[in-house]
């Protein structure tokens, strides 16, 4: 029959297993990920990179909501003279 200092040690030896065990699937799974996932998050990077390059930038953004807010004061005044110009006839 075994001693309770015999079950210690084989307890002992069990984790030991384990953990180590533990520690090499963890290495493989990191190999694993590092493998899989890095290309496609480079791949994910260039194309953020090629929509940002194709992007206009702010500051002509800001030109371009001018420019559309004056071409769209002078749609709705000449809408308007249009208007006075059919009620005239």
């Known amino acids: 029959m075994l001693e309770e200092k015999d ?4 307890s002992t030896i069990v984790k030991s297993q384990v953990g180590e065990a533990r ?12 493998a899989e996932f890095r290309p496609q998050f480079s791949l ?8 940002n390059e194709k992007l206009a ?3 002509d953004l800001e030109v ?6 004056a071409l769209e004061a002078m749609v709705k005044k000449m809408n ?5 110009l059919k009620k005239a006839q």
Not at 7 to 10: C, D, N, P, S, T
């Open 7 to 10: 079950l210690q040690a084989i």
């Open 23 to 34: 520690d090499e699937i963890m290495r493989g799974v990191a190999a694993l990920m590092e």
């Open 44 to 51: 994910l990077a260039e194309g953020q990179q090629t929509i």
């Open 57 to 59: 930038p702010l500051d």
């Open 64 to 69: 371009l909501e001018t420019r559309v807010s």
């Open 80 to 84: 308007r003279e249009i208007a006075q």
